[in-house]
């Protein structure tokens, strides 16, 4: 039996198969523990289940010799320091392919939301801003047969290309390896939408000089990670009409204090990074988490590896 560390209370079933076999302590509270507490409860832990919100890097490692496994609940393992995990001989999961689905149905519900002005159109409802019919009241942008340009060659930009297909649309891909420049794509494009890795390379990809390529009428939609955007370049491009709107699942910092800046910019719709919160997505990336720090602790390869 090995203890395992798990930050955060997860939905579904999941941890009860982990506590089957193991000792699982979990972070009883709704913010995440921070990085002295991470350190103190994953000391001795042979196993952490982590998310996207905990830092770990070779500090932790470090306090944590046991440690042989870490399981996080999430696609995206920007938030782990890889290298050093491989330095101290620590096994790194992901939890791939579940989430796709429900963060390109977001990515589409942020695309047309944001097209649509459905914030400020539900707002004027609710305000009694709402006293008749206007002609020319509330104009959006079409999205049928727009020009949508997706930025990463992942599976979940596959999947908002599919979903792009049943608009109508004409799909630009831009990656590392294949498709149009990504100059030709902010160019050309309607609506840029980011499903690429933060990494090195893309922290700042869409920067002043990438959203000035934009069209003024162009939508920037992010359900990958923040740091991809330089903010201020976006406030400043949205104040300036530079481009005609962002819609945000992911912003830099996370979650943006009340008082940043950016949350003051004319057409930009922010959700709280719920690119994979539904029901069924949470809830098998649970059990892909659990399936990485069972087999891990039993000496087996993880079936979700990073590699
Ligand atoms: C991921 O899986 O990387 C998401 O950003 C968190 O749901």
Known sequence: MARCFVTRQLPGTALDRLAEVHEVDVWPERLPPDPDELRRRTAGARGLLSMVTDRIDGELFDGAPELEAVANCAVGYDNIDVEAAREHGVAVGNTPGVLTGATADLTF??????????????????????????????????????????????????AVARRATGFDME????????????????????????????????RHLIDAGALARMKPTAILVNTARGPIVDPVALGRALHEGTIAGAALDVTDPEPLPADDPLLSAPNLLVVPHIGSASHAAREKMAELSVDNLLAALAGEPMPHAVT
């Open 109 to 158: 519900a942020l695309l047309l939301s944001a097209a649509r002005r459905l914030p400020q159109s539900a707002a004027s409802v609710l305000e009694g801003d709402w006293v008749t019919w206007e002609p020319g009241a509330h104009l959006g942008y079409d999205v049928h047969g727009a020009t949508l340009g997706i930025v990463g060659r992942g599976r979940i930009g596959e």
């Open 171 to 202: 799909v630009l891909v831009h990656s590392r390896s294949c498709g149009v420049s990504l100059d030709e794509l902010l160019e050309r494009s309607d609506f840029v939408s980011l499903h690429c890795p933060l990494t090195p390379e893309t």
